[in-house]
């Protein structure tokens, strides 16, 4: 047989799809953060919270700011409501999430467990625009920040003034070569960079606070100015409850504590189906990160809400997504402010390299899984160009400014944080734990709540997510459709009576017959080999096994198959199995055979009735319908040597 030489791949295209042919093999998916720490080799709690500290307490670069842009001088009652819907609400319900999921799969996955068929996949797919809306716009908004204290810093100002999109893209750029590189997180990095910040901000803190103490007037001042706003305190409580949605970006960074579960070490005697261990010391790391964020929350707001003038906050002025920048400067002097902006600057980065790795790790967690996504999408690299492309788009429309962003950020993360309350409710709900259930209710409610209204008062979440989700749901469908001929059974397993039956016709040719089973009575299997030997002339004296296949969800792409032998009626020799897609199991199954006898099978089938659009269409959406062409072709692309291929009959 003639043979045709191909090229060798490009070093470029090499490159860029380095470990894909690994991955495959494997079925798993690379990035950052793809293989977690080995068992018991993980690092202690407090280090690894540095890891989801960079995106969770880098908000402090921008929060006070948005914070006093959308509630004015109600800046801290607000932002107390904030902090108690962050210690009763997100916090038990992420502590619970920790539980329900300890390999770091996260909130997403426990609905996942919820819901079958494609109704699920599409919630899921759903899930996933908005948690790419999250981390995309993490990584803009963060770009954006920094290269604003960049701009802002009185050393610089004047000649980086009016370069703010280019020093943002530049970011942005910066953040994808990296990764092109190879990324290897740094727990250690990751870990002195928060230090540091925090560190700095406690210092700045103390500093406003004794200004605030010492000049006695300043809380006076602003609190004959609420009064006079606003009334009395109810009205100011009322006020502040309906402005708290639109500080929701104080909340991000629990799915990310979440997610890097694995790499939390745990005790000596976890197991993999109970790292008691593990799940302990993430709810610390996540108790701890709330309580750290909550207190950075309440007295930079107070700060600077008391200590700022309120035109400083708005387009254009010196505090404009860089309010405790503005105080550093001011109150410490130019080389304390200096050392706080570049500090400020590295963890608004390492902030985005944190996203970058999330919605690298997020992705190849489910759409491989689904035949969803193209194959080149296994490997980093492409990935990383198609997000940093995408994070330059985003920066383009928003024009690089943080409170235009802050919307679409916000939005990300309250869906997200609410399909984990609901999770969590459905969870305690069938554990029948009714108090759990009813407090998880009621702060699925609240965060339903904050939802709406900041969807309603800022739609650009919204349509950003619904951009991503419909994006991601048409390639993943475009996906699913060019691999529907894909053989994507990962391991073939038979039982004893099963591998009898194949053992026992392996001394002669091996034939089956593909047969939809229906009363499974004598008449049934005895008219079936009457019409298979009919319609293909085979003589009385050969023998069959029947192969029998059930659908279980055709919506699952990946599977293993188990393969069950039985005697029916005293004769008839049948092979049952369920999966997916019935072309599929076949395919698997005659590969197995004659890998494991050395004997080219034949199976034979009979016509489905019904046009061929309509057949495929079945297959495609129900694992079913022309089932003999589409088995002959997941067998000629998965063997491309004829003569090695299962033959194929149709009747």
């Known amino acids: 047989m003639a043979t045709t030489e191909h090229a060798p791949p490009s070093r470029l295209r090499t490159w860029m799809l380095e470990g894909l042919s690994d991955m495959g093999k494997h079925g798993g998916h690379t990035g950052p953060h793809a293989q977690p720490e080995p068992p018991h ?36 009652i607000a932002t107390i409501v904030l902090v ?80 703010q999109m280019i020093i943002t893209l530049f970011l942005v750029a910066l953040l994808g070569a990296v990764f092109l590189k190879g990324f290897l997180e740094a727990i250690g990095v990751a870990f002195a960079l928060v230090g540091v910040y925090l560190v700095l901000n406690l210092v700045l803190v103390v500093v406003g606070l004794w200004h605030i103490v010492t000049a006695g007037h300043v809380v006076t001042d602003w609190s004959s100015a609420l009064t006079a706003q606003h009334g009395n305190v109810f009205v100011m409580v009322g006020l502040a409850l309906v402005v708290f949605p639109k500080l929701a970006l104080g909340l991000s960074g629990f799915e ?50 008391l200590l700022i003038p309120e035109n400083e906050f708005k387009a254009g002025g010196q505090a404009n997504g860089r309010a405790l920048a503005y105080l550093a400067h001011e109150y410490l002097g130019g080389a304390f402010g200096t050392v706080y902006d570049v500090s400020t600057i590295a963890i608004l980065w390492f902030a985005g390299a944190s996203a970058m790795a999330g919605l690298l790790n997020l992705m190849p967690r489910y759409l491989p899984r689904y035949g969803m996504a193209p194959h080149w999408a296994r490997a980093v690299r492409p990935m990383v160009i198609v997000f940093t492309l995408i994070a330059f788009l985003v920066t383009w429309i928003f024009d690089a400014d943080v409170d235009a962003q802050g919307g679409a950020y916000a939005t990300g993360v309250l869906v997200l944080i609410t399909s984990a309350a609901i999770a ?142 039985d005697v029916l009626h005293d004769r008839y020799r049948v092979l049952t199995l369920e999966s997916a897609s019935i072309p599929n199991a076949l395919a698997a199954l005659l590969l197995h055979v004659r890998d494991t006898t050395g004997c080219t099978p034949h199976v034979y089938f009979e016509w489905t009735e019904g046009g061929p659009v309509a057949n495929f269409l079945r297959f495609f959406l129900f694992g079913q319908g022309e089932v003999a062409p589409v088995t002959r072709e997941v067998l000629r692309e998965a063997e491309p040597d004829r003569e090695r291929r299962p033959r194929v009959h149709t009747g």
């Not at 790499?263 to 189906?273: F, I, K, P």
Request: proline share 4%; net charge neutral.
């Open 41 to 76: 080799k993980g690092q202690r709690w407090y280090r690894v919270m540095c890891l989801t500290g960079v995106d969770y307490f880098s908000t402090l670069g921008y929060q006070p700011g948005i914070a006093a842009l959308a509630a004015g001088l109600l800046g801290p």
């Open 256 to 305: 990310t504590g979440v997610a890097v579960m694995p790499h939390v070490q745990g005790d000596a005697g976890d197991t993999e189906e109970r790292p008691t261990g593990r799940i302990r010391d993430t709810k610390k790391l996540l108790t701890t990160a709330a309580v750290i964020m909550s207190g950075f929350l309440i007295t930079t707001s107070f700060i600077t809400t």
């Open 84 to 163: 108690i819907v962050t210690l009763a609400g997100a916090l038990p319900v992420y502590r619970r999430v920790a539980e329900e999921s300890p390999h770091g799969e996260g909130s997403i996955a426990m609905l996942e467990r919820l819901l079958s068929f494609w109704q699920g996949k599409l919630f899921v797919l759903t899930l996933l625009g908005f948690a790419a809306t999250d981390f995309l716009i993490t990584i803009t908004l963060s770009a954006a920040d920094a290269s604003t204290h960049l701009v802002e810093n009185p050393h610089l100002t004047s000649a980086l003034h009016g370069h």
């Open 424 to 565: 969590v409710t459905i969870a305690a709900h069938k554990a029948n734990q009714q108090g759990w259930t009813i407090g998880f209710g009621v702060i699925a409610a609240v965060f339903v709540y904050t939802t709406v209204v900041n969807v309603i008062e800022r739609p650009d979440g919204v349509k950003i997510g619904a951009c991503f989700i419909a994006g991601i749901i048409l390639v993943s469908l475009l996906s699913r459709l060019a691999r529907a001929f894909e053989l994507r059974v990962t391991h073939v397993e038979l039982d004893d009576m099963a591998q009898r039956f194949v053992r026992d016709m392996s001394h002669r040719r091996i034939r089956f017959i593909a047969n939809k089973p229906g009363l499974r009575d004598k008449a049934e299997y005895r008219d079936k080999i009457e019409q298979i030997r009919n319609d293909n002339d085979i003589p009385t004296a050969e023998d069959f096994v029947f192969v029998e296949v059930t659908v279980t969800d055709p919506s699952e792409f990946e599977a293993r198959l188990t393969v069950r032998g």
